[in-house]
């Protein structure tokens, strides 16, 4: 197991007419960036405006809320990875002519990684949060051991190995890239 090397999010070019719309009335997005488990809620619900067969066979589905959204098949491989790095909710995605099962990821772990020796962020006026980067360097061997966390520095970001890389290495619609490429 190696240590983060990637951010894991949408894919820079993903079309619009594939991100998924999340109601947010069936489970508040923001509880998921807090990395700690979380009662299972009722089951997250999605829309899509088309047919089901735009989402079949992705293991990665992109969405408004920004959270990894995943096939049932790739969150079992992935909870296989993490084991208990990761907590999985139910989500429905209803298309045009159909239903898609799908699990919402609950990253249950977060990294205080950021070097800031050499990252630059701007911060939300009278606070320490940060409100983007314009450079970000990791810390190195901070990470070794995780396979999947959340940026402590800024917990939208996810964090990611190889190994996670490697479960949607087909996927066109998420990207792997390395820290030091990313504007927040």
Same mark, same amino acid.
């Given at each position: 197991?190696?240590?983060?090397?990637?951010?894991?999010?949408?894919?820079?070019?993903?079309? %619009?007419? &594939?991100?998924?719309?999340?109601?947010?009335?069936?489970?508040?997005?923001?509880?998921?960036?807090?990395?700690?488990?979380?009662?299972?809620?009722?089951?997250?619900?999605? =829309?899509?405006?088309?047919?089901?067969? %735009? &989402?079949?066979?992705?293991?990665?589905?992109?969405?408004?809320?920004?959270?990894?959204? @995943?096939? /049932?098949?790739?969150?079992?491989? @992935?909870?296989?990875?993490?084991?208990?790095?990761?907590?999985? =909710?139910?989500?429905?995605?209803?298309?045009?002519?159909?239903?898609?099962?799908? /699990?919402?990821?609950?990253?249950?772990?977060?990294?205080?990684? /950021? %070097?800031?020796? =050499?990252? !630059?962020? @701007?911060?939300?006026?009278?606070? !320490?949060?940060?409100?983007?980067?314009?450079?970000?360097?990791?810390?190195?061997?901070? /990470?070794?051991?995780?396979?999947?966390?959340?940026?402590?520095?800024f917990r939208p970001f996810v964090?990611?190995?190889?190994? =996670?890389?490697h479960i949607f290495y087909a996927?066109?619609?998420?990207?792997?890239?390395?820290p030091s490429d990313i504007r927040?």
């Amino acid at each position: 197991m190696g240590g983060i090397t990637y951010l894991w999010r949408i894919a820079s070019d993903c079309p %619009d007419s &594939l991100i998924v719309t999340h109601d947010k009335e069936t489970v508040d997005p923001t509880i998921f960036r807090n990395a700690s488990p979380i009662a299972v809620p009722q089951t997250a619900l999605f =829309v899509h405006h088309g047919p089901i067969s %735009d &989402l079949q066979g992705q293991d990665y589905i992109p969405n408004s809320a920004s959270l990894p959204l @995943l096939s /049932v098949e790739a969150s079992r491989r @992935l909870s296989a990875l993490a084991g208990v790095s990761v907590q999985g =909710v139910r989500a429905i995605v209803t298309c045009s002519d159909g239903v898609l099962e799908a /699990v919402l990821l609950n990253i249950l772990r977060s990294i205080s990684a /950021v %070097d800031w020796t =050499v990252s !630059k962020a @701007l911060f939300i006026p009278g606070t !320490k949060q940060v409100m983007k980067f314009s450079k970000l360097q990791l810390k190195a061997n901070t /990470v070794n051991g995780v396979n999947i966390a959340r940026l402590e520095e800024f917990r939208p970001f996810v964090l990611a190995t190889d190994e =996670v890389k490697h479960i949607f290495y087909a996927s066109e619609l998420c990207e792997f890239s390395p820290p030091s490429d990313i504007r927040a």
